[in-house]
Every structure is written in structure tokens, then in C-alpha cells.
């Protein structure tokens, strides 16, 4: 029992700050109430609530109303230590919503413990069902954790570019959006970005650049791969090895040459020098997750295919390729999704505005004489076509990712 | 004995090898012809620019002397010319274009009226036809040479109409020796690269950041497979959320940290303060010491997504017999993760963690988009471009990404040794 006691205290405290911080936090970061954070009194608060969640056991038998039970001792004890203030504010000026956020706060915090302590004897526990319940609470956590890092900055960047520079300044925590204010207004700095920046052509640029890539990619690739996985040559073994290696070549290696002969041959500052390396530095990646692929395919279908008459060019074209078709598609959204994000190359070579690419036309906002809120207007213009393209894709391109990840 | 055997295998294989028959030739022809483009582009964008990078950093080579040094020449007349006999005094300025590099057997030329004559003291100077030819010699760099013509005007000037003496430009040719391809030689690059008291501070910030980043991204990668191991609704949308820092653009994913980071205005320090977990702000990429971490905390974020997928996928694949074996005999839920679960995961991690520390060595475009090499976070990739661009030294550049490359390779030789096969990717 005593164990037991110990472990509900425990995550009462922890899960009574966790739950006070996030909500906090993120009832500032979505409506931009300055809540001021009492994560102090909810780690206390938290533990009589747990205590009290795990004794309603005792009381009736329904889960509901232990949980509501360990609720209202945590709502209670988290109002007597704010001062009747838990949010900072006294109960009586914003009812509903201090109401609100109080019920979100004991729900969260004791929910969580009770979940942990989910159908458990808790005056029983053995090594065995502790580890379970911290288990389940290193679970939630986790969840927390892992959804807090990776949607702060993206519900950052998103909102930021409907901001304006001196809001941003003034309180860093609010990032609500006055919607009030017009489209036009709120949309101004993707706006901005179209009329003074010319995005519309970094976007169009950029596009050609990347299906130009996929496609030279492809081209070279395809035939590669289908030689190493099925025809015998001497130095089949060594070349496909070597193919590996070469996609570790780091590209900071190879920018100095590049950019010095580049130089001298006036292909520096041109879409053609990039179209010229992009599709170098994907070509092998490209052609180890293909030749993977094809080596799966089983080669009687192509044997038989050319018992009937085919030639070997003719059973890549009726046979090989329709059936490898959802891996040149994936293989396909991998090389966009390079290509797309590739920033080195296109930071080095290109000079001029007129052939900006979307990466480097977004780095160029970033200057002291440009608002922040534009630099991240054009960080979610690059980021939209990426992300739309993976969720859309998602399946396809998972099994992309891990067969050619190796890239980086 | 043995040896007359060991010989007849020899003369047996070299015959068999040459007995290639005519539909293996044609096999072969056609593997070359398919594998021809992919071993173009290969030779061209990445063989041999690794190779022309050993040559540039043994050279003296600033990022100035790619433009090639080329004479310039201006004209100056002046002089009243209103009946014949009368005279233009005409200058002719040459420079060179190139700060760094000299010009040879500068010449140029310069298409006059007809109906002059040349009188020049100096004899650099010849005039045939309209042409009037100069020959300057060797113009040093920055150097100006001014050469001084006097023309007398004949009738034939005023018969032509008195044309203007301007109307033509002058051209000028030189030869200059292109610096990329000349013998020169130096080691003076790998001497500065070595003698500098930061490369041992820019080697150890390499190390620390790569062995950081790429554990942090194994710990955080193993902690989300174990959170989705188990199937809940909304499993799918969280595991591509998950995904969210790997496939979005570097520069996206890193201005946005700029922002939220910010010493004075960002929301991480609104929050820590808020929270009360810190007094003042903290300046997260600009101070020694806190810079490195935060780098490095920013490549775990980054690409924990891709630990997380191989090791789910892996964990998908292990088959649940053994972790119900022990079960049955009483293991603990941490006991099974760690001495059932984390056994088998072993292989996998160790082949990410090889992959990912190779992947973070070369890594530049995080850190030079976050700090841009400062506050104690120059790696050696970022150190390249800081030789090469920043202090437009190509050839220390180099210098460095040569010693980058033998790292590399060194690397290379650890996985290919311990990698086991069939983890091998």
C-alpha cells in the first residue's frame, strides 16, 4: 500500500505541473489570454488529487465518480493555494473561461494518473504492476513531449506570418490572430512576398527545377538499376557497392570545385548548373532504392516475357517498369523532396533574384531590413508543397524514406 | 606438383574467361550502355570535383583569381585638330581587371580614321591600315601603363569628314596564366589549416556535435518507436507528425528556432521565465558553451524521425514469442524492454547510429543557417565554407575539406568492418 501511495503522489505532482505548464502555455500561444502559469500549485494540487482518486476506490466501485471525486479535490486545493485566483485572475472576472480552463487542468492531471493506474489494485502492487504504471505514465509523457516539440514550431511559424513585426516583439507568448482585421490585412505579408519579392517565380522556378531533377534522375537511374539488379557484367559486385559510397560524399566536399569551375565555365549563376548537380547528388540514391526493388521483382516473369519474343528493352518497357511503378513513384516524391529543400548548392551558385529557387529565395529574406513575419510567410510557402506532398503520399513514401534514408 | 595444378586452374580461367560467349558480350554491352548516363553524371558532379578538390587545396588559390585577369584599356584625345598638320594627343590607359594576377603580351588595338599619322616616341606603336596596334607587354597586377600617341591629321582626315577619334573602342588581349590550372604548388594551405589555433577547437566541436546530435536523435527515435508500438485510433496521424522535422526544409525548421530561440523576443524564453524555470533570458545561439547544445538538440529534434521509423519498423518485425516466453516467467515490463526488446534492437541501432554519425559529420546547412558557425559552433564543414567564402581562401578551403574527406573515409572503413550484412543498407 505504502508503494502504491508513493507512485500515485509521485505522478499526481509530475502529471498536476506537466498538465499546468502545457495547458498554460498553450491557452497563451492559441488565444493569447496572458494565463499567468501556476505550475507550482498545480504540482501541489496535483497530489491530493491523486491521493484522493486512488482512496474513491474505497468509496464506490463506479470509475466516474472516483474520477470526479480526485477532480474535485484538485479543483479545490488549486483554487485555496491561488487565492481564489488559478489563473491568475479572481474567479469573478472571466467566469467561463477560468471555469473552463480549471475543468481542462483537473481533468488532464487526473485522468492521466488514472489512467496509469488503470484496472490496478493499487494497494497490491507488486514490481511487476509499478512498472506498468510507470510505464504508462512515461507513455503519456512521451506523448506530451514528443507533440509539444514538433507542433510549437510549425503552429509558431504559421502564425507568425499572419503577424506583425511590433505584436511580435511586444509578447512573445501571443500568437493569436486578429481575424477581424480582413484578409487582406492578415494575409499581407504572403502578399508582400508575391507582389514585392516575386515568390510566384521562385515557386515556378523552383517546381521546374525539381521535376527537371526528377526527371533526369529517373531517366538515368532506371536503366542503372535494372543493369545492376539483372544483367551479369564484370564489376557488378564492385560498382554496386561503390554506389553507396558515393552517396556519402558529403557535399561541402564538392562545393569549392564545383563553384571554381562553374565559375569558369559561366554555368555559376544558371538553373543549368543546378540542373546540372542536383540530379549527380540523387542519381545514386535513387538507383540503390531502385535496384532494391527491381532484385525483389521475380525475374521468371521477365524470362517468360522473353520466351515469348520480347526483347530485353521490350520486357523493361511491358514488364519491369509497370510493375515497379509504385516504386518509381516513391522514389519519384523522394527526389522532388530533395531537390526541393536543397539549399547548399542553391545558396552558393545563384546570385540573381531573377532565378531564385524557393530555399534561396527565402534565405534572401533574411536581413535585418525584412519583418520577421515575411521570413516566415516564406517559410511556410517552402514548407506547404512539402508537407501536403508526404501526408497525401504518407505510405508510399514511409517505405521511400527508410529504403533511402541513408541520405541526409 | 601443386604448382603445375595451381597453373593449369590459371590457364583454365583465363580461357574461360575468355570464352565469353556472343549473348554475354551483348549482356555486357547493353549493362555499359544502360549504366553509361549514371556513371557520367557520377564522374562528372562528384568523382572528379573530389579529385579536383585535392588539387585546389595544394594551390595558392583566393576565391579572386577565378575571374581571369584581363587587360582593360580607355582612350583619352585630346587636342584641336582644325586644318592638317594639326595633332590629337591621345592616352591610352591600360589595367588589368585582376587585383591578384599579372597579364602577359598585353596588346590592343584600336580602329582610327583614315588619314593620320602616328608619331610615337616610345615605339609601342605601330599604325597599319586604320589600325593602330599597341604592344604593352606584361601589366602587372593593379598596375596602369599609360601609353602616349600623338596623331597628325593628313587632308584624307577632313576629306573623311573629321570623324570622331572615339567612334571605335580600343580592345584589349592578354594572356594571364588561369590560377587553377597552373603548376604552382603550396602547402601553405594544410600549414595554416593545421597551425591555426582554432582547427583542434573546430575538430573537437565536429566530434561533440556529431556524437551528440546523432545519440540524441537514437534516444529520442528509440522513445517514440516504444510510444508507437502499441495500436491506438489516431496512430497514423501522430506517426506522420512524427515526421514532420525530417521532411520539412532545413531552412523552414531552422528560421523558425531562430525566432522562437531569441534572446530577446523569442517564445522559448517567454515560456522559461513565465514558468519561472529560469530568472533571465537565455541566449540559446549566441553564447559559448549553450550555442553547441542547442545545435545539437536541434539535429535530435531534426532526425530523430528517421531512427524512429527503422527502429519501428524493426520492432513490427520481431516476432512476440520471446517477450511472451518471458513473460510467462515472471520479466518485468522494463526487464523485457531490456533484455529482450533492446538485444534485438542492438543491430539496427548500431547500423543508425554509424549511418547518422557519418550523415551529421557532413552535415553544414543546420549549423551554418542557425548560428552560422558561431559561438563555439564552427564544425569542419562549416569551417570549409567559412575558409573558402567568408576569408575567400578556395585553397584552405579545400585544405579543409580534404582533411574532412580522410575522416570520412576512416569512418567509412569502421562501417563497412562492423556493420553486419544483413543490416546493411
Known amino acids: 500500500m505504502a508503494r502504491g501511495l508513493v507512485l500515485g503522489v509521485v505522478l499526481g505532482a509530475i502529471w498536476g505541473f506537466v498538465t499546468a505548464v502545457v495547458i498554460g502555455v498553450s491557452v497563451t500561444l492559441v488565444f493569447g489570454v496572458d494565463a499567468s502559469m501556476t505550475a507550482l500549485s498545480a504540482l501541489i494540487a496535483g497530489i491530493p488529487g491523486a491521493v484522493a482518486l486512488l482512496f474513491a476506490r474505497d468509496i464506490t466501485p463506479n470509475a466516474w465518480m472516483q474520477f470526479l471525486i480526485g477532480m474535485a479535490v484538485y479543483a479545490v486545493v488549486l483554487v485555496a493555494l491561488t487565492g481564489l485566483a488559478p489563473l491568475g485572475l479572481p474567479l469573478g472576472t472571466v467566469p467561463v473561461t477560468s471555469v473552463l480552463v480549471l475543468a481542462t487542468l483537473a481533468a488532464t492531471t487526473i485522468g492521466a494518473v488514472a489512467l496509469a493506474f488503470h484496472k490496478m489494485d493499487w494497494k497490491a502492487l507488486n514490481r511487476y504492476r509499478m512498472e506498468e504504471v510507470l510505464i504508462h505514465a512515461l507513455k503519456g509523457l512521451g506523448f506530451v513531449f514528443f507533440t509539444a516539440i514538433i507542433l510549437l514550431p510549425f503552429y509558431a511559424m504559421l502564425m507568425t506570418s499572419f503577424k506583425k513585426q511590433a505584436e511580435l516583439l511586444q509578447n512573445p507568448l501571443d500568437y ?19 507582389v514585392t519579392f516575386d515568390f510566384g517565380r521562385f515557386i515556378l522556378i523552383s517546381t521546374i527545377v525539381s521535376v527537371t531533377t526528377v526527371i533526369l534522375t529517373l531517366a538515368a537511374s ?4 535494372y543493369a545492376i539488379s539483372r544483367l551479369r557484367f564484370p564489376g557488378r559486385v564492385t560498382f554496386s557497392r561503390s554506389i553507396l559510397l ?4 558529403p557535399a561541402i566536399v564538392l562545393v569549392i570545385p564545383l563553384y571554381a569551375v562553374f565559375s569558369q565555365l559561366g554555368l555559376r549563376d544558371s538553373l543549368l548548373g543546378l540542373l546540372i548537380v542536383y540530379p549527380a547528388t540523387t542519381i545514386p540514391v535513387s538507383l540503390y532504392m531502385l535496384q532494391g526493388y527491381f532484385r525483389g521483382l521475380p525475374s521468371e516473369l521477365e524470362e517468360a516475357g522473353m520466351m515469348d519474343g520480347c526483347t530485353r528493352l521490350g520486357v523493361i518497357r511491358r514488364i519491369t517498369l509497370p510493375l515497379s511503378l509504385p516504386a518509381i513513384a516513391s522514389v519519384a516524391l523522394y527526389v522532388f523532396m530533395i531537390a526541393w529543400n536543397e539549399f547548399l548548392f542553391a545558396f552558393m551558385f545563384l546570385d540573381s533574384p531573377e532565378i531564385f529557387t524557393l530555399s534561396r529565395g527565402v534565405v534572401s529574406l533574411n536581413s535585418s531590413e525584412v519583418p520577421r513575419q515575411h521570413l516566415m510567410a516564406g517559410a511556410v510557402i517552402v514548407t506547404i508543397p512539402v508537407l501536403v506532398i508526404f501526408l497525401w503520399f504518407e505510405r508510399f513514401l514511409v517505405t521511400g524514406l527508410t529504403a533511402g534514408s541513408v541520405k541526409g | 606438383m601443386a604448382k603445375t595444378a595451381a597453373k593449369a586452374t590459371e590457364a583454365d580461367l583465363a580461357r574461360a574467361r575468355r570464352r565469353i560467349g556472343p549473348i554475354e558480350r551483348r549482356e555486357m554491352r547493353l549493362a555499359f550502355g544502360m549504366l553509361s548516363p549514371t556513371v557520367a553524371a557520377v564522374l562528372l558532379v562528384v568523382l572528379i570535383p573530389v579529385l579536383a578538390n585535392f588539387w585546389i587545396s595544394v594551390k595558392p588559390i583566393e576565391l579572386a583569381d577565378l575571374r581571369a585577369a584581363k587587360p582593360l584599356v580607355r582612350e583619352r584625345v585630346q587636342g584641336d585638330v582644325l586644318q592638317p598638320g594639326d595633332a590629337f594627343a591621345v592616352r591610352y590607359r591600360v589595367r588589368s581587371s585582376s587585383p591578384a594576377a599579372e597579364v602577359r603580351d598585353v596588346e590592343f588595338t584600336h580602329s582610327l580614321p583614315p588619314g593620320l599619322t602616328l608619331t610615337d616616341d616610345a615605339g609601342t606603336c605601330t599604325l597599319s591600315g586604320p589600325d593602330l596596334r599597341c604592344n604593352v607587354g606584361t601589366l602587372e597586377p593593379r598596375a596602369r601603363v599609360d601609353v602616349n600617341v600623338t596623331l597628325t591629321a593628313g587632308q584624307a582626315y577632313f576629306d573623311a569628314g573629321s570623324p570622331d577619334l572615339r567612334a571605335a573602342d580600343p580592345l584589349a588581349t592578354g594572356r594571364s596564366t588561369n590560377k587553377l590550372t597552373s603548376f604552382e604548388f603550396t602547402f601553405d594551405n594544410f600549414r595554416k589549416v593545421f597551425d591555426a589555433a582554432e582547427f583542434w577547437n573546430v575538430l573537437w566541436v565536429s566530434i561533440v556535435y556529431t556524437i551528440g546530435g546523432t545519440g540524441g536523435a537514437l534516444l529520442l527515435g528509440l522513445f517514440a518507436a516504444q510510444l508507437m508500438m502499441v495500436a491506438f485510433p489516431g496512430r497514423g496521424i501522430m506517426r506522420g507528425l512524427f515526421l514532420f522535422p525530417y521532411v520539412s526544409p532545413v531552412i523552414a525548421v531552422a528560421f523558425t ?18 514558468t519561472g524555470v529560469t530568472d533571465a533570458n537565455i541566449n540559446f545561439l549566441g553564447q559559448r558553451g549553450i550555442a553547441l547544445w542547442t545545435v545539437i538538440a536541434f539535429e535530435a529534434w531534426r532526425y530523430f524521425p528517421l531512427a524512429f521509423l527503422f527502429i519501428l519498423a524493426r520492432m513490427q518485425s520481431l516476432s512476440s514469442d520471446l517477450n511472451e516466453a518471458a513473460e510467462m516467467d515472471g520479466a518485468t515490463p522494463f526487464q523485457k524492454f531490456w533484455y529482450i526488446s533492446l538485444p534485438q534492437l542492438v543491430g539496427i541501432i548500431s547500423t543508425l547510429f554509424l549511418l547518422r554519425f557519418i550523415w551529421t559529420f557532413n552535415k553544414f546547412d543546420d549549423i551554418f543557417l542557425l548560428t552560422g558557425g558561431a559561438s563555439g559552433t564552427r564544425t569542419l564543414t562549416v569551417n570549409v565554407y567559412e575558409q573558402a567564402f567568408a576569408l575567400s581562401n578556395l585553397g584552405a578551403g579545400a585544405a579543409v575539406a580534404v582533411v574532412i574527406f580522410f575522416m570520412l573515409a576512416v569512418f567509412l572503413a569502421f562501417y563497412f568492418k562492423f556493420v553486419p550484412k544483413e543490416e546493411g543498407m
Not at chain 1, 481575424?179 to 508582400?192: R, V
Open chain 1, 246 to 249: 558515393i552517396y556519402m560524399v
Open chain 1, 222 to 225: 532506371i536503366p542503372g538499376a
Open chain 2, 257 to 274: 528556432w531562430i525566432f522562437l530561440l531569441d534572446p530577446f523576443s523569442g517564445t522559448m524564453n517567454a515560456i522559461l521565465t513565465k
Open chain 1, 176 to 194: 493569436s490572430i486578429n481575424l477581424s482585421q480582413g484578409l487582406m490585412s492578415l494575409f499581407s505579408s504572403y502578399i508582400e512576398l508575391f
